[in-house]
């Protein structure tokens, strides 16, 4: 008879058993009480109580190349943190710049500015002194802060392509549709809208457990952060493949429909200088959202196993470094009356620091 107590049976996970046979007065093996030692149970087969992700960024390139790349990236960085702020300063100190297109137009600089903060800062300190821990609660912050901003500047899109097109193709009702206060609402509407739309994912993220701390990514990005989870992540990937896709789709095929309009609108214009004018503009502001909707579309509405994780890094650094970068030049420091704004601005501030 085997033995009690020396069984194969499992032991529930948690507790430490110390098994004590003694010999009875029958011959028979019998064990005393097990003395229970207390050992935190971590859940679930492979789960780990992660307070902290390692992302691993570009793990391919020399370090020569990554101190190379951080100078570059900090160049980019610096540049398109002072162009949008350049844009904001002469918005407001310059009366001729106080229409509509350009109140827009400096709240997507605004916007851009936090947008590639979220994750450039982080880049550069990884790629420049090999730092690349993030706490859990700031890897969701930085999560939840790329999505609704990118939300966020979707929305803004579409109200600045229908400004557009009300200017182009009604200009006789330009003044009466675009109020002050309509531009106002407009705007809160958006930055609204893009944070509170994606607020469910602030409590989904916080729910869920995960089995490793490694992300193949240099932000915590959805496809390589769910994947590390040990928990069900079916439902918010179902959540987030129609939100965004109605978000980024959406607004697409409304950007869309009102450059479209505005384009058979330019074609119908007699002067010939006009047209050109006009047709430069656009396709400018076209390439630019390309970049921004093309990335977006290439990440997030194709399947994940699809897209290699160096694909995905490089089409991220369009979406979060390179459009950023690009949008001060395309929309505003081009523009004839934004650099008269920037020439009376200098002008004044030598009168001032040299009378």
Known sequence: MEPRGCSDTPRPRGTKESIVAVQNQGGHFESTEPRDELEFSMGPENETAVTEFILEGFPELDPRLQVFFSRVLLLMYLTTVMGNATIIFLVCVDHQLQTPVYFFISNLAFLEICFTSSTSIKLFVMLSSGQNTLSRSSCFAQNYFYFAL???????????????????????????????????????????????????????????????????????????????????????????????????????????????????????????????????????????????????????????EDVSLRTNRIVALLNTVLYPFLNPFIYSLRNKSVIMALNKSIARARTKLFP
């Open 150 to 304: 990118g939300c966020t500047e979707f929305i803004l899109l579409v109200v600045m392509s229908f400004e557009r097109y009300v200017a182009i193709c009604q200009p006789l009702l330009h003044a009466a549709i675009m109020k002050p206060q309509l531009c106002v609402h407009l705007v809160v509407a958006a930055w609204v809208l893009g944070f509170a739309l994606l607020s469910y994912r602030l409590f989904f993220l916080s729910e869920l457990s995960f089995c490793g701390s490694k992300i193949p990514h240099f932000l915590c990005d959805n496809p390589p952060l769910f994947k590390l989870s040990c928990s069900d992540t079916s439902l918010l990937w179902k959540i987030d493949s129609v939100f965004l896709a109605c978000v980024v789709l959406g607004s697409l095929c409304l950007t869309l429909a009102f450059y479209t309009c505005i384009l058979s609108c330019v074609l119908h214009l007699p002067a010939a200088s006009g047209r050109k004018k006009a047709l430069t503009t656009c396709s400018s502001h076209l390439i630019t959202l390309s970049i921004a909707y093309g990335s977006c579309i290439a990440l997030y509405t194709c399947p994940a």
